[in-house]
């Protein structure tokens, strides 16, 4: 027999371990080939330039996606050299050389590779309409995304996954030629030692974790990069270390404790596990970490569209906005509404001036400046949720003094900062937040006593190089979300160009963003879930093949089929407890971060997204639970 | 005496119908209560075929089985196990250990299984580990023992439950003339002194002469019986020369 049928053989004999492993890359590989294919669509690229972020989250998401698998390929093909040892060390005994054994796994990896390549574009093909036709119902696209077969697209697929599989290939290559023959008869002896106690590693897993945690707070405050880092790094070694000793302990102490341990099937369960935890805590503190990961990422994502509905009332007060102290225009403004279907529910009109606080010398920072006696006006027919409180919190300005209406690029003036606004002096009291003007403005707008607005009113007309008074108009019309063809029809009134602010367009757009940003992670979700799943699989069926035996011995001795039943239950449940479990934790305390981020722009919680997402995944969890506990007994009985 | 267990007419087959090949032919015994019987024959004689049929471990084609006066073709698959865990004992010629637990959890899992207080036990490891002689070894785990002291174990998990009878498929099967002598021993001492019952398989010659009893098995068949009435040496003579006959093909044997 030649390598190449050896390997075709080997691939065949072994199916069953790598159906799963399969199964989770075609599906990855049919993801990233249609999120390529999305960026390379034109009928997107025709659609809207806006579209650029869109892109940018596809792009972005396809490469955690390569990242993800590239670990996923490296993890199931180290497992299953791990499983195989015995094989090759049979193999290297018959007198065969280990490069030629070698070159026989190799193939084998290529030979999944291609097939998993060749089936994943398949499918990829098959189903980018169905992949579409979700992006339309979960993105909210409102354009019309047309069936694109891109030639490119393939060719990206076909060499980053080629790579990849040759990488595999490659490491598979080097680990074999260079083991030696007597660790690999006695591989299988070497893995299942008990697991010592380390209790030092345990301190040091909670001290790196809680390090991890003390660093994520600054993450959103200090330098990003250096602190993600450092949190990222922490909290992996934290969970490897912990589930090394903790773990050993926690097993250590059910087995010498004989009252839990001498309790029906717990000695049979606590038994097989303790005996596995040496090799199995790798796999439960990377399934720990890919939980944690997923859960925070949904919630995170979540909290996007959260985030986009409360900035969205604050941001976007008006249907419509514009500045323009001609009257010409404003009618043919109110005339090409009233020939619409939309009724004006509001209309407003200020005065307002504009301050370049000069701090930054590359643009102007054009600060709007309104009257307070505007300002309280705007705010009661504005209808805000909290009207009275933002009125009151304006009440009682004194000349002299100002209080910063914040907008959502600005990071905002300290408390009591005083400002020199063209020779008047003014205190910024405080900054608030509340509707007023809206997004078009990018820097925060400073309110003054009417007093105050006169005196720098002045100044500004001294000033040669000031901007003079304006009229800020903001119009809110009925039905406004359907409002995309009103929209267009004022953009193209000439005078409006590059001075129109539509609430619609700009909700399309968040929409479609985030609407791609929950499609992209909800794949990227099932990926990361499939290949869970499929981690899990591989263990737990290589745990069954070597508890075959054991079981095998207690069914003679007696044991009942519930009885099997409830210890392989337990047996397989810790497996996916334990890292629901951290992983929640850790989830929790991410998305803890990020509210106390958020919080302090907006009034959020994030707890339903966190709770949603977690439940969606323990629900997953448990169907894949009691599916391996069946397999795993089956697979004892047969 | 009473009886433990009676046969009659024991058939099993196995395989398909047309390419059926008959294991056991119609066996008939009985098995007197603190008996030690052991069963002989060749290899393929049907002997462990036997013992998986009494021991409830397999199910017979025809005939019946009473252990104890139960019929045991009535009791339902899912007792089974739970009477199997609470009358009957094995000790298997791979010892069938489970490596991941230690000496200790090994003797205790009968108990264990049956939620007898962890206290009691202890107790009772501890009494049947220094009959067995192993009460040094208790924490160790199997793959640090000898062939010899792992059977022990396998016999003491085996008399733990204070079983009706003991099974034994080959006990010396896998060990040296010293330790099999030693283990021997040890079963004639549990026979003697908790009257036990013990049914063993063997082809071992040496081993047999233990026996207060020896069923020979050729070919699915009862083909002769040696009661005692003799010293171990000159049973064991007469083991040798039934074994010959048997060889031999002559179906006559000393009855």
């Known amino acids: ?638 | 005496m009473d009886n433990i267990i009676e046969t009659y007419d024991l058939k099993k087959a196995y395989g398909e119908r047309g390419v059926q090949f008959n294991a056991l032919k119609g066996i008939n015994f009985t098995v007197e209560k603190g008996e030690f019987l052991g069963v002989m024959g060749p290899s393929g004689s049907g002997k462990t075929t036997l013992l998986n049929l009494i021991s409830t471990i397999d199910k017979q084609t025809s005939g019946k089985i009473l252990f104890d006066g139960k019929d045991m073709g009535k009791i339902n698959n899912k007792d089974l196990s739970r009477f199997r865990r609470d009358n009957i004992g094995f000790i298997f010629q791979d010892y069938n250990l489970l490596d991941n637990m230690s000496v200790e959890d090994n003797i205790s899992l009968p108990l264990a299984l049956n939620k007898v207080p962890h206290r009691e036990i202890k107790e009772r490891v501890n009494k049947i580990s220094s009959f067995f002689g192993i009460e040094t070894q208790l924490k160790k785990y199997p793959y640090q023992l000898s062939g010899g002291q792992k059977q022990r174990v396998a016999a003491a998990r085996a008399l733990i439950t204070s079983p009706k009878v003991i099974f034994a498929d080959e006990p010396t099967g896998a060990l040296d003339s010293k330790s099999a002598t030693e283990l021997l021993s040890c079963l004639t001492e549990m026979n003697e002194k908790f009257n036990t019952t013990i049914i063993m398989v063997t082809h071992d010659a040496f081993a047999a002469s233990f026996c207060k009893r020896v069923l020979f098995l050729s070919d699915g068949q009862i083909h002769g019986k040696l009661n005692p009435n003799s010293s171990r040496k000159e049973l064991y003579q007469r083991i040798l020369s039934m074994m010959a006959s048997l060889g031999g093909g002559e179906q006559n044997g000393l009855f």
């Open chain 1, 1 to 638: 027999m030649d390598s190449f049928k050896l390997a075709l053989f080997n691939v065949k004999n072994n199916i069953k371990l790598f159906k799963f492993n399969i199964i989770s890359m075609v599906f990855a590989i049919a993801v990233f080939f249609n999120f390529f294919s999305l960026i390379f669509n034109p009928s997107i690229d025709l659609a809207n330039t806006d579209k650029q972020s869109i892109k940018v989250t596809l792009y972005m998401t396809s490469i955690v996606l390569v990242f993800f698998i590239l670990f996923f390929i490296l993890y199931s093909n180290s497992f299953f050299l791990k499983q195989r040892k015995k094989e090759i060390g049979i193999y290297t005994f018959m007198g065969v050389d280990n490069s030629k054994i070698a070159v026989v796994f190799a193939i084998e990896e290529i030979l999944l590779g291609v097939v998993s390549l060749v089936l994943g574009l398949f499918f990829g093909m098959v189903f980018q309409k169905a992949f579409l036709m979700l992006l339309t119902k979960i993105a909210a696209f409102k354009s019309s995304v047309t069936f694109y077969l891109s030639i490119k697209s393939v060719i990206i697929t076909s060499v980053v996954f080629i790579l990849i599989f040759s990488l595999a290939a490659m490491r598979g290559f080097m680990t074999i030629s260079r083991s030696k023959l007597i660790n690999l008869l006695n591989a299988e002896k070497q893995e299942d030692k008990l697991l010592k106690t380390r209790y030092f590693t345990g301190i040091m897993a909670i001290v790196l974790i809680l390090t991890g945690y003390f660093f994520s707070g600054k993450i959103f405050t200090e330098d990003f990069f250096t602190n993600s880092s450092i949190v990222i790094l922490s909290i992996i070694l934290g969970t490897f270390l912990l589930f090394s000793s903790f773990l050993s302990v926690v097993v250590k102490f059910m087995k010498n404790s004989k009252g839990i341990l001498y309790s029906g099937t717990n000695i049979i369960s606590i038994s097989n596990i303790a005996y596995r935890i040496r090799y199995n805590y790798r796999t439960l503190a990377c399934i720990t970490i890919i939980v944690a990961t997923t859960i925070t990422s949904i919630g995170a994502a979540f909290s996007v569209q959260h985030m986009f509905n409360s900035i969205k009332r604050v941001a976007y007060p008006y249907s419509f906005s514009y500045v323009s102290s001609d009257s010409r225009v404003n009618a043919r403004v109110l005339d090409t509404i009233s020939s619409s279907k939309h009724k004006i529910l509001q209309s407003i009109e200020t005065n307002y001036l504009t301050f370049d606080s000069g701090d930054n010398r590359e643009f102007p920072m054009n600060h709007p400046v309104i009257k307070v006696s505007d300002f309280n006006r705007i705010t009661n027919s504005l209808k805000a949720e909290n009207k009275e409180e933002i009125i009151s919190s304006v009440g009682g300005l004194q000349d002299g003094t100002a209080i910063a209406v914040e907008s959502s690029n600005d990071s905002g003036f300290q408390n009591n900062q005083t400002l020199n606004m063209y020779g008047l002096n003014i205190k910024v009291k405080k900054t608030i937040n509340a509707p007023l003007l809206g997004g078009r403005f990018q820097f925060n707008t400073i309110v003054l006593t009417d007093n105050d607005y006169n005196k720098f009113k002045d100044n500004c007309y001294k000033l040669e190089t000031a901007e003079k008074e304006k009229i800020f108009n903001g119009i809110v019309v009925s039905n406004q979300e359907d409002s995309l063809e009103l929209s267009k029809k004022l953009a193209a009134i000439p005078e409006l160009k590059d001075n129109f602010t539509s609430y619609v367009v700009y909700c399309n757009l968040f929409n479609e963003v985030i609407g791609v940003v929950k499609f992209a992670g909800m794949f990227l979700g099932v990926v990361f879930m499939l290949s869970t799943a499929s981690i899990m699989y591989m263990k737990l069926m290589s745990d069954a093949i070597g508890d075959k035996k054991k079981y095998e011995i207690l069914m003679k001795l007696g044991i009942s089929e519930s009885e099997l039943y409830r210890a392989v239950s337990k047996q397989v449940g810790l497996s996916y407890t334990l890292p629901l479990l951290i992983g929640a934790v850790y989830a929790f305390m991410g998305i803890g971060v990020l509210q106390k981020f958020l919080n302090k722009y907006l009034e959020i919680s994030l707890l339903k997204p966190f709770v949603v997402s977690l439940s969606i995944y323990t629900i997953i969890y448990i169907c894949f639970y009691l599916l391996t506990t069946r397999k795993f007994v089956d697979m004892v009985k047969a």
